[in-house]
C-alpha cells in the first residue's frame, strides 16, 4: 500500500469512529456496565467453569471444609489466600475450623482458586469496587468473604457485533 493510500485509510477510519462508532468508554462512576449472571463459578463434577465477571469472593462456609486446596493452588500465583483458624465458624464438614482468607492487595482475580475448590465453596462475584485508605482494610477474613457483596447495576449494555459498542 503507498504512503497516500495509507494515510487514506488513517483518515478514513478517524472518520468512521468520529461519526459513526458508539462511544465506548463509560463516564465511570455514573455509568457502568451490565455483568450478565452472577460471577464466576465452577463445577468439579462436570468439571466446567461457568462463565461470569471475576470480581471480590464468595466463600459458602457452611461447604467448606478446610481442604485448603484453594490456598495451595494460590500460592503458585499470588499468594493471595491465607488459611486462617476460627473459633466462632463451627461446621460439621470443617473440623479444624480452618477457612481462607484473601488479601486483595495481591489477588489478581484469575479465578484459580475457584477452579481448584472441589466443594462448591468459592464463587467469584460481579462486585469489581474494592477500595480503601489501608491495606489491612483490603484483607478479607472468612466472615467478610461469607457476606455477599452489594453489587451495583449497571446502566449499559455493550454488544460485540461489528466490534464493542453501547446498545443505548
Ligand atoms: S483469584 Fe486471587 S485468591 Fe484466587 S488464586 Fe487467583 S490470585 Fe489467588
Ligand atoms: S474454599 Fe474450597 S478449596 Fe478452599 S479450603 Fe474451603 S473447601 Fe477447600
Known amino acids: 500500500m503507498s504512503f497516500v493510500n495509507k494515510v487514506l485509510v488513517a ?15 463509560l463516564r465511570y462512576p455514573q455509568q457502568r456496565s451490565v455483568l450478565y449472571g452472577d460471577g464466576y463459578k465452577y463445577d468439579p463434577k462436570e468439571g ?11 466463600l ?4 467448606c471444609t478446610g481442604c485448603s486446596l484453594c490456598f495451595i493452588m494460590c500460592q503458585g ?3 493471595a489466600i ?7 465458624i463451627q461446621v460439621p464438614v470443617n473440623k479444624k475450623s480452618n477457612f481462607p482468607q484473601i488479601d486483595y492487595t495481591k489477588c489478581v482475580y484469575c479465578g484459580f482458586c475457584v477452579d481448584a475448590c472441589p466443594f462448591y465453596a468459592l464463587v467469584e462475584s460481579n462486585e469489581y469496587e474494592i477500595d480503601a485508605y489501608d491495606r489491612e482494610s483490603l484483607i478479607f477474613t472468612p466472615e467478610q468473604l461469607a457476606i455477599p457483596p452489594k453489587t451495583p447495576k449497571g446502566t449499559y449494555d455493550i454488544e460485540y ?6 446498545r443505548a
Open 11 to 25: 483518515i478514513g477510519s478517524g472518520l468512521k469512529h468520529v461519526f459513526l462508532v458508539k462511544r465506548f468508554t
Open 60 to 63: 459458602f462456609t457452611d461447604k
Open 82 to 88: 491465607e488459611m486462617i483458624h476460627l473459633e466462632n
Open 48 to 58: 466446567v467453569g461457568i462463565a461470569g465477571y471475576r470480581g471480590r469472593h464468595i
Open 77 to 79: 500465583i499470588s499468594t
Open 161 to 166: 457485533e461489528g466490534g464493542a459498542h453501547h
